[in-house]
């Protein structure tokens, strides 16, 4: 089954755009977890149970997790997402960018050494950067285009040929890089009408969607921007807001991020 394959499956059975981001922050994490040896797995595994049946992707973020040297535990929350959820698309959040022999070693980590379905990259170094991860034929290939950071316009906004760069990644990626049906982009919540104009260029390729939840993306404009005709084609990421959702009476962290995820994903579908 391909990356593309699997992805349509999780949008059908989960009825569900929403994808669950896991940036593990030692500092957020509940107190009863704080101090163990594998309290970041652990904390993402709660958070994975609870939100599995209102997800359609995971995205564990790498950074999170190479920072505190707890790769290991990231291979971990891998491999029971996989044993666990294998209809659910892993998505490893990694931004790499790199060529040749380097490109080919960022592919094995995501893809053997984390066995993610997809992994996002920058196109900043072109195609030669990306073809590496492109030799995988099941796997996926999710390229930077207009990011949800304010920062982004710095470059993306910059004219090739009287477009704004991301416009011309989202054409290069969708018209010369996509051979295989396995790529898709990064389109930032924070921005509808790009969203808009980068659905317009590409058709029905996926789209990663940060900058709902906490980075304040509008729901409602984010689905009607950048929604296919069958009502499907992203995967609306959505971390701080549903890891560390406030517990109300009753509530463990758990049942919290749960409720938050729930809403989030109805309040998605409201708009489809």
């Known amino acids: 089954m391909t990356f593309i394959d699997k992805l349509n499956g999780a949008w059908k059975s989960r009825n569900s755009l929403l994808c669950v981001g896991l940036d593990p922050d030692v500092k957020k994490i509940p107190e009863e977890l704080r101090g163990k040896s594998?309290?970041?797995?652990?904390?993402?595994?709660?958070?994975?149970?609870?939100t599995a049946d209102?997800?359609?992707?995971?995205k564990?973020?790498?950074?999170?997790?190479?920072?505190?040297?707890?790769?290991?535990?990231?291979?971990?929350?891998?491999?029971?997402?996989?044993?666990?959820?294998?209809?659910i698309?892993?998505?490893?959040?990694?931004?790499?960018?790199?060529?040749?022999?380097?490109a080919e070693q960022y592919a094995r980590e995501a893809f053997e050494r984390y066995n993610a379905d997809v992994v996002t990259v920058s196109p900043y170094m072109g195609w030669d950067s990306v073809a590496p991860y492109l030799e995988w034929k099941d796997r996926g290939v999710i390229v930077l285009c207009r990011t949800s950071n304010a920062g982004g316009s710095?470059?993306?906004?910059?004219?090739?040929?009287?477009?704004?760069?991301?416009?011309?990644?989202?054409?290069?990626?969708?018209e010369k890089w996509n051979t295989n049906g396995q790529c898709g982009l990064v389109v930032g919540a924070t921005?509808?009408?790009?969203?808009?104009?980068?659905r317009a260029i590409i058709g029905d390729m996926p789209l990663l969607v940060p900058g709902v939840g906490a980075q304040g993306g509008d729901v409602e404009a984010t689905v009607?921007?950048?929604k296919t005709a069958a009502g499907t084609g992203m995967m609306i990421n959505s971390s701080r807001a549903i890891l560390y959702a406030k517990p109300e009476t009753g509530e463990d962290f758990t049942a919290a991020a749960r409720r938050v995820a729930l809403e989030t994903r109805d309040t998605i579908n409201?708009?489809?």
């Open 38 to 50: 594998d309290a970041i797995f652990e904390f993402c595994r709660a958070i994975v149970d609870a």
């Open 224 to 226: 009607k921007s950048g």
């Open 60 to 87: 564990p973020q790498i950074a999170y997790f190479a920072a505190l040297g707890a790769e290991d535990q990231l291979e971990q929350i891998c491999s029971y997402i996989r044993r666990h959820y294998p209809d």
């Open 89 to 102: 698309p892993l998505v490893l959040d990694a931004k790499r960018g790199d060529i040749g022999a380097t």
């Open 54 to 58: 209102a997800a359609c992707a995971f």
């Open 191 to 198: 921005f509808p009408h790009e969203l808009a104009q980068v």
């Open 270 to 272: 409201k708009y489809r």
């Open 154 to 174: 710095d470059l993306q906004f910059l004219e090739v040929e009287g477009k704004p760069l991301y416009q011309h990644v989202a054409r290069l990626v969708a």
